[in-house]
């Protein structure tokens, strides 16, 4: 079956139209494997790993953009060229954030159009994007479980896992038999990552006050006073408090 794709943009995007498509280009390089991810897939986990439960570090996500083992890791031609990767996949992760953070009903995902065979419209895509979506939910799979076990995060994982996992149930297959069906699913996937993000931000809050608490605890050890607004937060960011981990989440 032979098909064209184009992408989708958000408005809000943190990256240009030029350094999507850089990413883009070099996301089906050579310098990358085959598992490596493309940039629906991408945008899709990136976007697991911020509406999720649990804080995961770079660390621990960005191995799984290349591929499964430590062998799919990309051959990059320098350090410039890493460097100039690296900095697009964070500054798209932050337009991620600042999208959910500011207005989560109108989140748009990085999906594609696809024109397939024999038709004479697009269908909007949104399988690659669902994929990458699980990938990231797979990073910490048993925090997500209480979402799974409520019938309304039933629903909301529903379009998701329609596209985006492997193994769902013996339904799958005939609920995504045409493009027609598949776009149907795929155009419920904001509401879900919305409403999703929104479950989440109340545990996330409190473990982010948690290690606050913590830290400032740490902090009062140290030299006996406690940490004001304006003084270097003890994270050791190098930020004012009010504006690190004294900031107030959305």
């Known amino acids: 079956m032979s098909f064209t794709s184009t992408f989708i943009t958000p408005d809000d995007s943190g990256l240009s139209e030029d350094e999507l498509d850089e990413l883009d ?76 953070m500011h207005n989560s009903d109108e989140f748009e995902p990085l999906f594609t159009t696809s024109q397939y065979e024999g038709s004479d419209r697009e269908f909007l895509d949104g399988e690659a994007w669902a994929y990458g979506f699980m990938r990231g939910v797979a990073l910490c799979r048993s925090d997500w479980q ?41 155009e419920q996937i904001p509401a879900s990552v919305g409403a999703i993000y929104r479950y989440w931000l109340p545990y996330r809050q409190a473990v982010s006050e948690r290690h606050v608490a913590n830290l400032v605890q740490r902090q009062q050890t140290k030299d006996g006073r406690k940490v004001g607004r304006n003084d270097p937060c003890p994270c050791g960011s190098g930020n004012k408090y009010k504006k690190c981990c004294g900031a107030p989440l959305h």
């Open 146 to 186: 209480p979402l799974y076990d409520s019938a309304e995060g039933q629903a909301w994982l529903r379009p998701l896992r329609l596209l985006g996992d492997e193994d769902v149930c013996t339904e799958q297959d005939e609920l995504t038999r045409t493009p027609a069906l598949r776009e149907e699913i795929a």
């Open 25 to 100: 280009q070099f996301l089906i390089s050579d310098a990358v494997s085959d598992e490596s991810m493309i940039l629906e897939s991408l945008d899709g986990y990136l976007t697991a790993i911020v509406a999720g439960p649990s804080t995961i570090m770079p660390s621990q996500w960005l191995p799984g953009v290349w591929g499964p083992t430590e062998e799919h890791a990309p051959e990059f031609e320098s350090m410039a060229q890493h460097q100039r990767i690296i900095e697009l996949l964070f500054r798209h992760m932050n337009m991620i954030v600042s999208s959910l």
